[in-house]
């Protein structure tokens, strides 16, 4: 039977107070927490070695740990000056061709802002960007990575599910990934808060992209502080005020049927938040 993967984004604080230092650890500890995925953080670049990068992924096979990388925060498809389109793009090509030593399947990226330009032109800006990219990306094989294009938590960056879906129309091998933290915390709260909320993002994407797309979403996931311009912060399931609601999300996939790869990525806690939400989604709590 087809279940739902947890993990950890990134190397939590636990992970380091036992003693480890280095992501080689990563895939031995995730599966020592019980779960199946791990994305590995390149936010602030691509700094890795190529032998770092093929070491961690032989880990993973080796403890059937499904990887995915996510790429630097500074990736702007939407910049309105040219030469950061084009740097965007190579940050890209970085991060697939580590994504393909790592055995990751998906590359999560950032679309960008529109805060400076009308949000029409960032978006035609932002698809201009992703058609450029695509023919890059074939000049160095694509293997079997997909980029990943994140819904996102403020309400002046690009990266509601709607753009999200129209981006990924421009070709099969952009696949969205949904943040459902981000979603809440952009709406201000006021999405993510039921079961049909997460189930018409899933029914929408199903509709726009395909069954198997949606069956197989990658997803971050975690409870984010916001203000009137949304997204501020990450924290952990222990805050009280914030949501979106950890149980909630974790039953609802349950009963939808689906088997997405789900990314916690709480601060600081990120391995066992998604302990706890992989608990629940197998009806353990």
Known sequence: MKLAKFGPGGNSSLFAEKGHKSSLDAPAWVKEMNLDAYEYECGN???????????????????????SLHSP??????????EKRIGSIKYILQSVNAAKLLGATTVVVHAGSAA???????????????????????KIG??????????????NQLGTVDEIIEFCKIDPRYVPVVDFGHLYARSLGENIITSDDIKRI??????????????????????????????????????????PDPVMFAKTIRELGVYPTVICESAGTQDVDAKFLKSVYLGAI
Request: charged letters at 30%; glycine letters at 10%; aromatic letters at 8%.
């Open 73 to 82: 925060y500074y990736i702007s498809l939407s910049g309105v000056v040219e």
């Open 202 to 243: 899933f029914d929408k994407i199903s509709s726009e992209l395909g069954a198997e797309v949606a069956e197989n979403l990658h997803c971050h996931y975690s409870c984010i502080e916001y203000s009137k311009g949304g997204e501020l912060k990450h924290l952990t399931f222990d805050n009280d005020k914030f949501g």
């Open 142 to 155: 694509f293997g079997n990575v997909k980029i990943g294009l994140e819904t996102m938590g403020k309400i």
């Open 116 to 138: 400076k330009i009308d949000r029409n032109d960032a978006l035609n800006l932002a698809k201009d960007t992703l058609e450029k990219t695509i023919v890059e990306v074939e």
């Open 45 to 67: 670049g691509v700094s890795g070695s190529e032998e770092t990068f093929a070491r961690i992924g032989l880990k993973a096979a080796e403890y059937g740990v499904a990887t």
